[in-house]
């Protein structure tokens, strides 16, 4: 069973920063694609950040510039560091591990990030 705990959410001033991280337990990161998703009350969710199993990395427009995803794969973990944090940024945001092979898709509990002055 893979498990995926998030951490790091929280309240921040516009302009501010903070560092999610996604820390995962049965699988081995690197064999995954690892993607941070984020959503909204009433709204589908939005794929913000991917990176691969090797290493590439991808971006949603509206996150490009400020959003840098990476991992450390001897902590088995996953970050989403966020700069210049924007009110519209406010969501819950999720952690989302997806096989190289598509043998399991598996999410986290999500994490709450309030952008407001």
């Known amino acids: 069973q893979v498990q995926l705990v998030e951490s790091g959410g929280g309240l921040v001033q516009p302009g501010g920063s903070l560092r999610l991280s996604c820390a995962v337990s049965?699988?081995?990161?690197?064999?995954?694609?690892m993607n941070w998703y984020r959503q909204a009350p009433g709204k589908q969710r939005e794929l913000v950040a991917t990176?691969?199993?090797?290493?590439?990395?991808n971006y949603a427009d509206s996150v490009k510039g400020r959003f840098t995803i990476s991992r450390d794969n001897a902590k088995n973990t996953v970050y989403l560091q966020m700069n210049s944090l924007k009110p519209e940024d406010t969501v819950v945001y999720y952690c989302?591990?997806?096989?190289?092979?598509?043998?399991?898709?598996?999410w986290g509990q999500g994490t709450q990030v309030t952008v407001s002055s």
């Open positions: 989302n591990a997806v096989h190289v092979r598509g043998l399991y898709d598996y």
């Open positions: 049965g699988s081995r990161i690197s064999i995954n694609n």
């Open positions: 990176i691969t199993s090797g290493g590439s990395t």
